[in-house]
């Protein structure tokens, strides 16, 4: 009798995807390989010249310049990075104020419920600005969430479960004009449509390996930070 996985036509490659052949291909001589990137021997060297290599593809994918990609566990540990980095930044400038975040409704977990935790810390405040039918936010709703404490917009670039796209640039506009950090995940976006941070206006964008044919295995997820603004 076929197994239930074996009957299953598998449609949820929004929540991950196989492992693409090519990528396993390019993985394997790294299953032998034992050194450490940092260290300044052959077996350090080969290592740190392969997180290099794919340090400089990661950027090509996004438009970005190698340096402005950090290699992290996960989408949600790039998510939290955004998040709280923002916040802390805007923590040293601003000592007796508490910042503010504006963000959706529609978010995914790893950054409403990051921002439930920190709201009940006393760590700062936010606000998730509803969206419409089609589950886009409306640019001018998000305009008129802001405060003077506000220091990060963070709006996803496509909805994990309906896959409504959001007005990023207009959204990274604004933040611009108010002189706010713009954060985007894009977790359900590469592979599907063409993400460009430089066309997207962003300052910080989240990548998910696993999400276009990466492993899961310890979960691969990428943050790319431009260069830093005051907020």
């Known amino acids: 009798m076929a197994s239930q996985a074996q009957r299953c036509i598998y449609l949820d490659y929004n929540a991950t995807t196989p492992i693409w052949a090519e990528v396993a291909d390019a993985m394997v001589p790294f299953l032998?390989?034992?050194g450490n990137p940092s260290s300044d021997h052959p077996?350090?060297?080969t290592c740190k010249a392969a997180v290099e290599l794919a340090r400089s593809q990661v950027a090509a994918l996004v438009g970005a310049q190698p340096h402005e990609i950090f290699f992290c566990s996960c989408g949600s540990e790039a998510d939290n990075w955004a998040i709280w980095g923002s916040v802390a930044a805007a923590r040293r400038q601003w000592p007796d104020r508490t910042p503010h975040v504006v963000t959706t409704a529609i978010e995914h977990p790893a950054v409403l419920k990051q921002l439930e935790s920190?709201?009940?810390l006393g760590l700062l405040d936010y606000?998730?600005?509803p969206v419409d039918s089609e589950g886009i936010v409306d640019v001018e709703a998000v305009q008129q969430a802001f405060k003077k404490e506000t220091c990060l917009v963070t709006?996803?670039?496509s909805n994990n479960e309906?896959?409504?796209l959001q007005p990023i640039q207009q959204l990274a506009a604004l933040a611009w004009e108010h002189g706010v950090l713009m954060h985007t995940d894009g977790a359900q976006s590469i592979g599907k449509v063409h993400v460009d941070v430089k066309a997207l206006g962003v300052d910080m964008l989240t990548i998910v390996g696993h999400k276009f044919g990466a492993?899961?295995?310890g979960g691969i997820g990428f943050h790319v930070c431009k260069?830093?603004?005051t907020c």
Do not use: D, I, N
Request: glycine residues 8%.
């Open 32 to 34: 032998k390989e034992f």
């Open 43 to 45: 077996y350090g060297r």
């Open 118 to 120: 920190l709201q009940a």
């Open 127 to 129: 606000t998730a600005v």
């Open 155 to 157: 709006c996803m670039h």
């Open 162 to 164: 309906v896959g409504s």
């Open 215 to 217: 492993p899961k295995v």
């Open 227 to 229: 260069l830093p603004r």
